[in-house]
C-alpha cells in the first residue's frame, strides 16, 4: 500500500506533458486539400487560446512547436499559462496538403501562398476555435513572413482578436530593390543547408553561439521529414513555397496587402538584438502605421536573432509575448 501510494505521488508530482494534437481543417472549394492544426491543451479549459502562424520556410513542428524536450515547446509553455496555444501548417507546408503546383515544374505555376491566401487560410482556423473549441478570447502571435498574413487577418477581423504580436516582422528598408525576381511555384533546399542558415554566422560574433543544444541534435532530421520528396529531385531536396519569398520582396518595399491603419487591436513588435530583417531603427516607424492600435508594444531582446524562438533567449521571448497577452487583455478588448 505505502509503495503504491508513493509511485502515485511521484506521478502527481511529474505529470506526463500535454500532446501536441493535430486537427485537419477542410478547406473550401478545394479538391480535398486541408489544413493542420496543431494544439495543446492546457489543463483548465479557460476560453482562450493563442494562434501560432509561422514564417517562410518552415512549419508549426520545427517552429513553436520544436520540443526542446518532452513537452518543452513555446507551445507548451502557452499552454502552461493557462491557454488552449495552437500552430497554423500553411497549404505547402508541414502537416498540411501540398498544393499541385509543388508537385509540377517551379516554372509551371505562380508563388504559391501568398499573403492574401494565407490570410484566408488563418480565418478558417479562426473560425474553428470559437465554433470547435468555444473560445471567445483569441490571440495572434506571428513570426517573420507569417506576420503579413497575420497583419492582413487583423486588418479584416479585428472584432476577432485581442492583440496581435509581430515576431521579427518583415519592414521595409531603403535598400530594397524594386526588380522582381522570378520566383515560380516554389524553391528548393535541403535540411542541413537550412540548419546551416540558422547559425547567422554573418551577424553574430565568432564566439557567440545562440541555437539551442536540441535544434543542433534534432532540428534538420525533423525538418527533412516535414515536406514530402518529390522523385524527380535529387537526395534531401525539400520544395518550399514561393509566395512568401514574394510577399517578402514587396514587404521590403513597403507593398503590404492591408492598411496598419485597419488594425484596432494591441499590437506587439517583437525582435531579437542581431535580428537582420528588424532592429530598433527600423521597427519604431513600421509599428507607428498601427495608428488605431489602443496599445503598442516595442522590444528588442538582446542575443537573439531572426529565429530567437529556437535560441537561448526564447524564454525570454515567451514571457514578454505572454505579458503582453496580459496587458492587452487588461484592457478590456
Not at 512549419?59 to 507551445?75: I, K, V, Y
Not at 516595442?298 to 537573439?304: A, K, T
Not at 497577452?325 to 487588461?330: D, I, T
Request: hydrophobic content about 45%; glycine content about 6%.
Amino acid at each position: 500500500m505505502l509503495v503504491s501510494m508513493l509511485l502515485t505521488l511521484a506521478a502527481s508530482a511529474n505529470p506526463q506533458p500535454a500532446a501536441l494534437e493535430t486537427t485537419l481543417l477542410d478547406i473550401p472549394g478545394t479538391r480535398g486539400e486541408l489544413l493542420a492544426l496543431h494544439c495543446v491543451s492546457p489543463e483548465k479549459g479557460s476560453g482562450k487560446a493563442i494562434l501560432f502562424i509561422h514564417g517562410a520556410s518552415f512549419p508549426t513542428r520545427l517552429a513553436s512547436g520544436f520540443e526542446f524536450a518532452p513537452g518543452d515547446s513555446w507551445l507548451h509553455a502557452a499552454a502552461r499559462h493557462g491557454y488552449l496555444a495552437c500552430g497554423l501548417d500553411f497549404l505547402g507546408f508541414g502537416d498540411s496538403s501540398r498544393p499541385r503546383a509543388m508537385q509540377g515544374d517551379r516554372n509551371d505555376a505562380p508563388p504559391v501562398m501568398r499573403g492574401t491566401q494565407a490570410a484566408e487560410q488563418i480565418a478558417l482556423a479562426v473560425d474553428y476555435l470559437h465554433a470547435e473549441r468555444n473560445i471567445s478570447t483569441l490571440h495572434v502571435v506571428a513570426h517573420s513572413w507569417g506576420t503579413v498574413p497575420a497583419a492582413r487577418f487583423a486588418a479584416m477581423h479585428s472584432g476577432e482578436l485581442v492583440s496581435l504580436t509581430l515576431f521579427g516582422p518583415i519592414v521595409p528598408i531603403a535598400s530594397a530593390s524594386k526588380e522582381q525576381d522570378d520566383y515560380g511555384a516554389w524553391w528548393s533546399i535541403t535540411a542541413p543547408e537550412r540548419l546551416e542558415q540558422l547559425h547567422y554566422k554573418s551577424m553574430l560574433p565568432p564566439d557567440l553561439h545562440l541555437l539551442e543544444p536540441a535544434v543542433e541534435q534534432n532540428w534538420a532530421a525533423a525538418f527533412s521529414k516535414s515536406a514530402p520528396h518529390a522523385p524527380t529531385d535529387a537526395a534531401g531536396v525539400l520544395r518550399i513555397p514561393s509566395g512568401p519569398s514574394a510577399d517578402i520582396h514587396d514587404a521590403r518595399l513597403g507593398i503590404y496587402p492591408y492598411r496598419a491603419a485597419d488594425v484596432r487591436v494591441p499590437v506587439f513588435v517583437v525582435y531579437g538584438s542581431y535580428d537582420n530583417i528588424v532592429n530598433d531603427q527600423t521597427a519604431a516607424p513600421f509599428l507607428s502605421r498601427f495608428v488605431h492600435s489602443p496599445l503598442r508594444w516595442q522590444l528588442h531582446i538582446d542575443d537573439g536573432t531572426h529565429v530567437m524562438h529556437l535560441e537561448k533567449a526564447r524564454r525570454s521571448l515567451y514571457e514578454s509575448v505572454n505579458a503582453f497577452v496580459q496587458a492587452a487583455e487588461s484592457m478590456g478588448h
